[in-house]
């Protein structure tokens, strides 16, 4: 993955990224009112995008790819990284999500560029990283005060945050391509969820399968949108954002996808908000112009 002379393409892949993330709890809150459980949606998940990656993992293999790159990346952006926040959200609020493993990512993905990698931290780049944290906060604080939580589940939050880092510096770090780490991670995942899901189907964690009961436009919609876009698209975009801008900057868009998150469950759920969470959005939209320091990559574009 070498470095693009055109910045401005990362940030293009990292905006189509969160658009596609962003959308993650709508389409899965319409799963869930058919019925689905959070297995299921798994399942269509990963079966999904490993079915449709499989050729073309089956053609280039494991090829450029350590042991050790392999077992980050998958754990990174696949299977454990999804349990991981999912079990955090059993003990811990939504809220609580959305504010702890962005502002990890973030944190350890920046840190971990400018260790690793010798990425420079200006005086503006501090900036806008701690203005995005602060607009985290102020999106997240209501439901702080309000839903129930406990430190295992920030603590699963944490660990979430963290193999998402490890996955954004392990694409630098062995210069994966992106489709090839796209590949290697639903293919992968695919093999892990299925005997899980048969083997904990009907179980108090996982709940009882409703794959046969629920509609067909139910399940192409999630199979369509979990494993094509969020499963497949989505990494893809996000992995050629990262080799583009560098870990650091290109972490910064999986740290906006709560504020989008919100803005969405506005306009298409007609959830409410507060003045504190649209000063939060505010807020960490002007961090991300400043973290990637948006006018000066227009500049040199022209």
Known sequence: ????????????????????WAAFPIFTKFGY????????????????????????????????????GLLIIVCGAGLPYLMSVSLGLQYSSAGH??????????????????????????????LGIVMVLCGLILVGIDSLHTEVASWQGDALFVLGG????????SLRQWQIEPLH???????????LCVPLYL????????????LLTASWQTLATQAIYQGVFSSILA??????????LGPGKGAIFGAIVPGVSLLLAIGILGEPATFLQYSGVVVIFAGVTVTLEMFKLARKSR
């Open 181 to 191: 780490a796209t590949a290697v991670v639903g293919t992968t995942s695919m093999l």
């Open 162 to 169: 963290c193999l998402w880092a490890c996955y954004t510096l």
């Open 97 to 126: 999500f959305a504010l702890i493993t962005p502002s990890t990512m973030l944190l350890c993905s920046t840190l971990g560029g400018c260790l690793l990698f010798k990425e420079a931290m200006s005086p503006m780049r501090l």
């Open 33 to 68: 009112e058919d019925t689905l459980t959070p297995s299921d949606v798994s399942i269509l998940r990963y079966v999904t995008a490993g079915l449709i990656m499989l050729p073309f993992l089956l053609s280039r293999g494991f090829k450029g790819i350590p042991p050790l």
């Open 1 to 20: 993955m070498t470095q693009h002379p055109h910045p401005l393409k990362g940030v293009f892949f990292g905006i189509v990224t969160v658009l596609i």
């Open 199 to 210: 083997l904990g189907n009907g179980s108090p964690l996982l709940g009882e399968s409703q």
């Open 235 to 244: 990494l893809v975009f996000y992995s050629q954002a990262v080799s583009l």
